[in-house]
C-alpha cells in the first residue's frame, strides 16, 4: 500500500507542468484527470493522500507514522442544473474501500435557491465545513471535531442573495451527523446505527455585514455567521465525549443523557490578501431527562469550544478558497510558504454547578475538565497539488487524573504532514 501511494506522488508531482489538454472530449488533464462528455457534462477523478510522521512528549500510546488519509472521488457536472459527487475512503488494511464521505446529487439552476440531497455535512461549523486538504493547520479544532455534527444523510436548501452579501443553508437529515455518532455496545451492533437517533434539523446564515458600511475596504470582506442543530437522543451514555487533538484519548467520559441534543454555534472570517483570521464559538446542550439515580431530571450536559486563529502568506498569494503558489516549486520558485497560530478550547460539564461535584455520569454536578490548545504551524505549498505541514501543539488539561496519560495535565507534539490532492 505504501508503494503504491508512493508512486501515485511521484506521479502527481511530475504533472506539476501547465494543464496539456482543455475543453475537448474525451480523457484530458484540467488540473487532474477528467473525463469530457460534451459542453456541459464532465468527470472528474480525484483522490487524496496524507501521511502523518508524530512525536510526542511526553510519550503516550500513538504511533509515529499514520496514514492519516487516502480518498478516491468521482465529481462532476450533469448539465448545467446538476452536479455530483462520490468520494469514499481507501482502508489501509486488507479490506479495500472504507467509509463512504459525500455521496450527493446538487441542483444549481438559481444562486437564489439550490437543493442538494444525499450525503455531506451538515451545515453547522465554519472550520468543520472546510475540506480536510484545506484547513489552515493539520488538525481542526477541539469544538470542530467533536461538537461540529460532520457529515449524514439528508436533504438541504441552500443559496447566495446580492451576490453572496447573504448566504442561507437549512436541512433535515436522517441521523445527527458522524461526529455525534452514538456507539453505546449495550444498544448498537457494531456496524448498525443506533435507533432513535433524530431526524436533525440544522441551518446556519452568513453575511458580509460590514460592506454596506463606511469602513475601510479591507474591513468589507469580514464574514459573520450563525448556527443551529436539534436532535432526539434515546437513552443511554450517548452523550458526546471530550477527546484530545489527536482524537483517541478520551478526557471526559460520556454521561447519560434522554431528549434533545442542541447545538448552537457563531463564527467569523476575514481574509485581507496574504492573511487570514478565524473565529468560531460552539455550544452542545444536551437534556438528561429522568437520568438521576431515582429517575428524576438532570442538568443539561454542556460542551462548550472556541477557537481563533491568525495564518500570513509571507510569500504574498492570496488567501482564498483556491490558492496557488505564484512560483511553483521546480517551475522557478520555491512554492508558497504560510504561517500561522491558533488558540481552541473544549470545556465539558453539567448546567449545574450547585452542590457537590462527581464524575458519576448520573450525577446533578459533574466535575467539568477542559483541554486548551495552542497550535503553531508553517505550511509549504510546493505547487497546487502538493502541500507539507508543519506542526507543534502543547495541550493543557484542567483535570490531571482525566489525560491521556493519567497524572500529566500537559503535553507536547510535533507533527509533518505530507499531503497530495488532485
Request: glycine share 10%; hydrophobic share 35%; with cysteine.
Amino acid at each position: 500500500m505504501k508503494t503504491s501511494v508512493s508512486a501515485a506522488l511521484v506521479v502527481v508531482l511530475a504533472c506539476a507542468g501547465p494543464a496539456f489538454a482543455q475543453k475537448r472530449r474525451g480523457l484530458v488533464w484540467d488540473d487532474r484527470p477528467s473525463i469530457v462528455f460534451g459542453e456541459d457534462v464532465k468527470v472528474d477523478l480525484r483522490a487524496k493522500v496524507q501521511f502523518d510522521w508524530r512525536k510526542f512528549d511526553p510519550q503516550i500510546d500513538e504511533d509515529t507514522f499514520d496514514f492519516r488519509t487516502a480518498r478516491v472521488a468521482l465529481k462532476g457536472d450533469l448539465t448545467k442544473h446538476f452536479d455530483f459527487e462520490i468520494e469514499r475512503a481507501i482502508d489501509t488494511g486488507d479490506s479495500g474501500f472504507g467509509d463512504w464521505k459525500d455521496v450527493y446529487l446538487n441542483w444549481s439552476t438559481f444562486d437564489e435557491l439550490r437543493v442538494k440531497a444525499g450525503r455531506f455535512k451538515m451545515p453547522f461549523g465554519l472550520e468543520q465545513n472546510t475540506g480536510a486538504t484545506d484547513v489552515d493547520f493539520a488538525y481542526r479544532s477541539l469544538a470542530s471535531q467533536i461538537i461540529s455534527p460532520g457529515r449524514d444523510r439528508g436533504v438541504m436548501v441552500y443559496g447566495e442573495i446580492s451576490g453572496n452579501d447573504l448566504t442561507y443553508e437549512f436541512g433535515v437529515f436522517d441521523d445527527d451527523g458522524d461526529n455525534g455518532e452514538l456507539k453505546e455496545p449495550q444498544f448498537v451492533e457494531e456496524g448498525e446505527d443506533l435507533k432513535g437517533v433524530g431526524p436533525s434539523y440544522a441551518g446556519r446564515i452568513t453575511a458580509n455585514v460590514m460592506k454596506p458600511l463606511p469602513v475601510a475596504d479591507n474591513l468589507k470582506s469580514m464574514r459573520f455567521g450563525i448556527a443551529y442543530t436539534s436532535a432526539a437522543i434515546p437513552e443511554g451514555l450517548n452523550s458526546l465525549r471530550g477527546q484530545s487533538i489527536y482524537g483517541t484519548e478520551d478526557f471526559f467520559e460520556p454521561v447519560y443523557t434522554k431528549g434533545r441534543r442542541q447545538r448552537f454555534g457563531a463564527q467569523f472570517d476575514w481574509t485581507p490578501g496574504p492573511t487570514g483570521f478565524k473565529a468560531e464559538w460552539m455550544q452542545s446542550r444536551e437534556e438528561r431527562i429522568g437520568q438521576s439515580n431515582r429517575n428524576q431530571d438532570l442538568s443539561d450536559f454542556v460542551g462548550t469550544g472556541w477557537y481563533a486563529s491568525g495564518t500570513w502568506f509571507i510569500t504574498g498569494e492570496d488567501k482564498d478558497d483556491n490558492i496557488n503558489p505564484k512560483k511553483p516549486l521546480f517551475q522557478g520558485g520555491i512554492g508558497a510558504i504560510e504561517i500561522g497560530a491558533r488558540y481552541d478550547q473544549l470545556e465539558f460539564g453539567s448546567a449545574s454547578k450547585t452542590g457537590t461535584a462527581f464524575t458519576n455520569p448520573r450525577s446533578e454536578h459533574l466535575v467539568s475538565n477542559s483541554d486548551r490548545v495552542w497550535t503553531f504551524g508553517v505550511n509549504w505549498m510546493l505547487n497546487r497539488w502538493a502541500r507539507v505541514i508543519t506542526n507543534a501543539v502543547h495541550e493543557t488539561f484542567d483535570d490531571p487524573a482525566r489525560t491521556p496519560d493519567p497524572g500529566t495535565d500537559k503535553f507536547w507534539s510535533g507533527l509533518i504532514r505530507l499531503q497530495v490532492v488532485f
